[in-house]
């Protein structure tokens, strides 16, 4: 082993960076992952090393298995995501920790309370109780770098995988960080061992048994590692916490006694018993699940817990409190602003024609999603990645015929592509809509395997789209332009007429790869009829005046043109240089 010096001695990094450079600092070679918030800035930060081996991957699926190959084969590997990125991989992930590994290997598991950028707010600390694998949860970014350093050692102590959960809080606080050496290993040579890495049930049935073994092991360690620590104040309340909520419950209550886990399963069983002896009356704090509740009342531990309504949205620092007097919070949908898709979106003329058909649209995660919200109300179901061309053809079998299913392209790559199979193995007919955008937009602008670019910026082969989905089985597979409203509309009207399985996949590049701008149109009041068919379409750059007429905000106008398409009495026509 040698060490590599950083040169800065403190950096100001979020808690993804912070992650990212722990990582790299504990000799981290290889890391996967899928763009997803609030996890897709560790890769991003990853990527700028030139010593290490980064990827976006196709999905989170095959992130994992990318990246725990690589442990098992001898190198220090990270597979990340955002919590529902983890379902993907689940099947991989379950499995892991009986297999074990070689290198040490880490997932880092970005869970978002709050729903700031997710369908669900699930707690992954129950995938690490599920699994089996030791789980360590920092509060701030500087414990993020210097959890995962010590999450490899883990690793390896105890062969095992090692999940590291953070939280939007977490991963997007920034704080002063110090900036360490990097640890540079020798790859470990792999050493066939078929009775640990080939996983037939005999095999399985043997390795269970050392995983077991192992847990007993790994509760022990959680009793004794400084990832544990307690700060004894005054002994009238306790509080048993994790993760940033202990931050919150050491704002508002400064002078309690604390017992903050790090290293919070196994939970150590014997440090929380003797903490419970100390203080007189004990409170466990944490967001979403139940989670270290249930784990001090299965070992007998009497403590006040939170009101059920304390398991829903993000537990804020105003909130802890409620737990303290045993009220519930009150529920209220939260306070913000409505989202739009960009001026001048290539989403937006797709869901303006589809509105006009008056379709069914099963729609999938990604900006386009936004095609749901009024007045669009255009989108009409959206479940996870994927399930947009699953759901059509669970609406076709239930007899729904003026169906579109719409998916971006980065997600029809992550996980369309099986779904639009099984349309054209099981006999569908109707019509999916790819929007191709050329990127992962709603993350941030990554690449994907479509676009013909990796991580670190390199040409590669790009996959087309066009040829991949005839491959599939369909019908009939065209590229249109979606700012040419009327071929855009004639196209989907005639494809969802026919008896067939078509694709169209609609092609302009993302207004923030593409930020040309043409003159706004020209506004003609006399012959505006306040019929507001204009704003029908949503863009940010037309509103309403007092007086009824309409403006256009010329700094947030592109020119695409789209409320030129949809006015019928040529009130806004296109600008033409005179």
Known sequence: MKNTPVQAQTAFLSG?????????????????????????????????????????????????????????AGVRSLFASKHVGLNVAMDAFMTSAYVGTSAGFVIISCDDPGLHSSQNEQDNRLFAKAAKVPLLEPASPCEAKEFIRRAFTISEQFDTPVMLRSTTRISHTKEN???????VFAPKPFAVNIEKYVMVPRNAYKRHIELEKKLVSLRRYSNSTPLNTVELKNKKIGFVTSSVSYLYAKEMYPDASFLKLGFSYPVPDKLIQKFARAVKELYVVEELEPFLEEELKVLGIRCHAKHPSLRIGELRPELIPYIVKGKARPLEPPAARKPTLCPGCMHRPVFTVLKKLKTVVTGDIGCYTLGATPPLLSLHTCLCMGAAISFFEGFGRAGVTNRVGVIGDSTFVHAGIPALINLAY??????????????????GNQPHPAV??????????????ENLCKSCGTD????????????????????????????????APCRLIDRSKHPAPCYDRDKCTQCYLCLGIDCPALRKTGGGLIAINDALCVGCNLCVDVCNFQALVRYEKT
Not at 177 to 183: D, H, Q, S, T, Y
Not at 452 to 464: D, R, Y
């Open 16 to 72: 993804n960076e912070a992650l990212a450079q722990g990582a790299f600092e504990a000799g981290l070679r290889v890391a996967c992952a899928y763009p997803g918030t609030p996890s897709t800035e560790i890769l991003e930060y990853l990527s700028q090393f030139q010593e290490l081996d980064c990827q976006w991957s196709t999905n989170e699926k095959v992130a994992f298995e990318v990246a725990f190959s690589s442990a098992i």
């Open 177 to 183: 960080v110090r900036m360490g050496m990097r640890a």
């Open 426 to 443: 099981n006999r569908a007919r109707g019509v999916i809509i790819i929007l191709d955008n050329g990127t992962t937009a709603m993350t």
């Open 452 to 465: 013909g670019i990796t991580i670190k910026g390199e040409a590669t082969v790009g996959l087309n789209l």
């Open 476 to 507: 009939f597979v065209c590229v249109v332009d979606p700012y040419n409203i009327k071929e855009l509309h004639d196209l989907i009207k005639a494809r969802i007429a026919a008896r067939a399985l078509s694709v169209i996949i609609a092609r």
